[in-house]
């Protein structure tokens, strides 16, 4: 019996997958969801509790979106944040440009961001705590021993970087048509991963080794 329930459980998580790859983020909700489960929309409460419970469970869901791991070893780094460069942009760049990567590998969590930026609901609410656990796993593991000089904002360079990634990449599902770059080809998607690494260098790019990444210095 317990099988039975974890296995249709594991059918209404897939159900969301699929709605949101095949026909958006609009399609998903509580009728939708249990047709294309094969299931009565009952269980998705008794299980879930509901719609939001719901996609909070797929929030945490490891195919959904990439893992801390999963784009470090994209990046060429190992999973104790080594073998990259000495400097935090060339750390930075092939760490964003991974994700950006793998992100594109994931049309259910591409239609993620589209939905998060459209209204605010439970699954991107979710997705922005895993976020900032992902972001201080990173800093953790991979920018330890670095920091910005005076006058660089580490945060809120990698909040303006990741924000233009999921923006783009959610476009590109379109097939669309960016400030004349065609995000929907490799091409286009080409030069933007190219962009990403100059953006970083020109903004990290005097990052020296020293203590904790991120810290602003103090007034005075």
Request: glycine residues 14%.
């Amino acid at each position: 019996m317990a099988r039975d329930k974890e296995r249709t459980k594991a059918r209404i998580i897939d159900a969301v997958g699929g709605l949101l790859t095949r026909s958006g983020f609009r399609a998903v909700g509580v009728n939708a969801v249990a047709e294309a489960a094969g299931v009565d929309k009952v269980l998705i409460y008794r299980y879930f509790g509901g719609l939001a419970g719901l996609l909070e469970t797929v929030a945490d869901e490891p195919d959904l979106w990439p893992t801390v791991d999963a784009v470090l070893a994209e990046a060429g780094i190992d999973e104790g944040g080594r073998d990259h460069g000495g400097t935090l942009a060339e750390a930075v760049a092939p760490l964003l440009i991974a994700y950006m990567r793998l992100l594109g590998r994931r049309p259910a969590a591409l239609e993620a961001v589209a939905w998060g930026v459209a209204e605010q609901n439970p699954l991107s609410d979710a997705l922005a705590r895993r976020r900032n656990e992902w972001g201080n796993d990173v800093a953790g593991r991979v920018f330890r021993g670095r920091k910005a000089p005076a006058d660089r904002d580490i945060q809120a360079v990698l909040c303006v970087l990741l924000g233009a990634v999921d923006h783009l990449m959610a476009l590109s599902r379109l097939g669309v048509s960016f400030n004349g770059i065609e995000l929907g080809t490799d091409g286009g998607l080409g030069r933007i991963e190219d962009a990403v690494a100059v953006l970083v260098h020109g903004a990290l790019g005097g990052v020296i080794p020293g203590a904790d990444p991120g810290v602003r210095p103090g007034p005075g």
